[in-house]
């Protein structure tokens, strides 16, 4: 079993940046990927990217390509999403997400392990 916490989420004004960070406790951190999700009003929930569980593959959706940044510490049991430059349609509650395995997966019915969400509000 893993405990996913997700934090850092808030209110941001267009352009601004956010940093995301999703604690983990369970099982070892790093039999993990990593992902983030979104789900926006009214919205189906989406990627956004993942981790390999080495941390040496990543992979990212293209609308926040060159935008945001996904990390871990695997010491600390932690994966971070950076988030610049952010858009009013990047609003949406954001969840990290865990696969266990080695395997980079878009597809949310292939995780394991969900967080509660954090909201990220970005203003006009």
């Known amino acids: 079993q893993v405990q996913l916490v997700e934090s850092g989420g808030g209110l941001v004004q267009a352009g601004g940046s956010l940093r995301l960070s999703c604690g983990a406790s369970?099982?070892?951190?790093?039999?993990?990927?990593m992902g983030w999700f979104r789900q926006a009003p009214g919205k189906e929930r989406e990627f956004v990217t993942a981790i390999s569980s080495s941390g040496g593959s990543v992979y990212i959706a293209d609308s926040v390509k060159g935008r945001f940044t996904i990390s871990r510490d695997n010491a600390k049991n932690t994966v971070y999403l950076q988030m610049n430059s952010l858009k009013p349609e990047d609003t949406a509650v954001y969840y990290c997400a865990a696969r266990l395995g080695t395997m980079i997966s878009v597809r949310e019915y292939e995780y394991d392990y969900w967080g509660q969400g954090t909201q990220v509000t970005v203003s006009s």
């Open positions: 369970g099982r070892s951190f790093n039999w993990y990927v």
